[in-house]
C-alpha cells in the first residue's frame, strides 16, 4: 500500500473499535534492526504509516520476521528513537536518517 492508502487507514481507524485499538497503539516510529547488515548498513526511522514499515510488521513479501532482523518500535516521537540508537545500536550504526515517509507523515497531522 501507498503512504497516501496508509495514511487514510489511518485515519479510518476507530477508537471504539477493539480490533483498532492495536493499530492505535502501534502508531509511531520504527525501525529495522538488520543483523547480516549491522556493520554496514544504515538505519532507516520510519512511520507507521510507510509502506516499508506498515506498523512495524514490515512489507508483505518480506521474509520471515526474525530471520534476518527485526523492526523494533513504536516509538512515540523522534527522540525517543533516536535516543534508542545511539544508546543501544551505536556500536553498528555507521549512519542514521530519517526516510521520507517520515516528513509526509508530520506534514498530514499538523494538517488535521
Ligand atoms: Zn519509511
Avoid at 520471515?64 to 513504536?74: A, L, Y
Avoid at 540508537?85 to 551505536?90: D, P, R, T
Wanted: net charge positive.
Amino acid at each position: 500500500m501507498s503512504r497516501e492508502e496508509l495514511w487514510k487507514l489511518d485515519c479510518s481507524l476507530d477508537s471504539n473499535d477493539e480490533v483498532h485499538k492495536i493499530l492505535i497503539a502501534k502508531r509511531g516510529y520504527y525501525i529495522y534492526y538488520n543483523e547480516p547488515n549491522k556493520n554496514t548498513r544504515l538505519i532507516n526511522i520510519h512511520s507507521h504509516i510507510c509502506g516499508r514499515c506498515n506498523w512495524g510488521s514490515g512489507q508483505i513479501k518480506a521474509a520471515e520476521s526474525g530471520r534476518n532482523g527485526v523492526w523494533i518500535g513504536p516509538f512515540s516521537c523522534l527522540t525517543f528513537v533516536e535516543n534508542f540508537i545511539q544508546v543501544n545500536l551505536n556500536e553498528f550504526v555507521n549512519q542514521v536518517e530519517r526516510c521520507s515517509c517520515i516528513s509526509f507523515y508530520l506534514s498530514r497531522v499538523k494538517k488535521q
